[in-house]
């Protein structure tokens, strides 16, 4: 792929944009040697303003979410991508979510370009652990664990039962749920379902991966080591 092609893929402008940025001396070697549009160079060895370039495609990247962002690319309130570099929100092919946080549910959200590792993450074949710790308005009445764990429950408007889920009270108010698949507000929906409200989400953990000490807000790259962890702890 052509450098021009390369670098307006990973959203840093427009192909027009790009080719100023070669006339202007701004894309160079790891040495500091301008670089020019037809040059033959490894990824690895390109600079943009000093700074190396992007992964290439095939991007994946862990993100502590927060509360009050939506997982959309367009949205009149705060976008889970203005917590990432402008240029992420601009790559092609897009980095897209890896499934869905509400708006009022916080924590760990995968992100990639890749859409065959997307598929692969979100497939029901995958059987991926996802740990949610929920917060309720009102006290566990004590069966709880029991029916979510039979396979039976039946969610409002729906005909198919959920699978059997993993239920662990931490506080009189406070459960953290193991599901392995990922039905519309399905956590919420759960405890409705016996008879209470979620009041605060947040998921800490999806498959073998979780989200360590990275802070509210912030992201990191994933590389295979973290890709194998999140498979060997999700079946």
Known sequence: MKLVKLIANLGYGSRKDVTAMFREGRITDADGEVLYADDKVEHGAIRIDGEPLDAPAGLVLMLHKPVGYTCSTKDPGRVIYDLLPPR?????????PVGRLDR???????MTDDGALLHRI????????KVYDATLAQDLRGDEA???ANGTLLLESETTPLHPAKLEVLGPRLARLTL???RYHQVRRMFAAVGNHVE???RPRIGGLDLGELPAGQ???LGPRDLDTLFGGGQ
């Open 200 to 202: 605060a989400l947040h």
């Open 146 to 148: 029991e029916v979510f």
């Open 180 to 182: 392995t698949e990922g």
């Open 219 to 221: 992201w990191r790259a």
């Open 122 to 129: 979100v497939s029901p074949k995958a059987k991926l652990a």
């Open 88 to 96: 992420f929100r601009l790559r092609s092919p897009l980095l897209s």
């Open 104 to 110: 009022d549910t916080s924590g760990l959200l995968l």
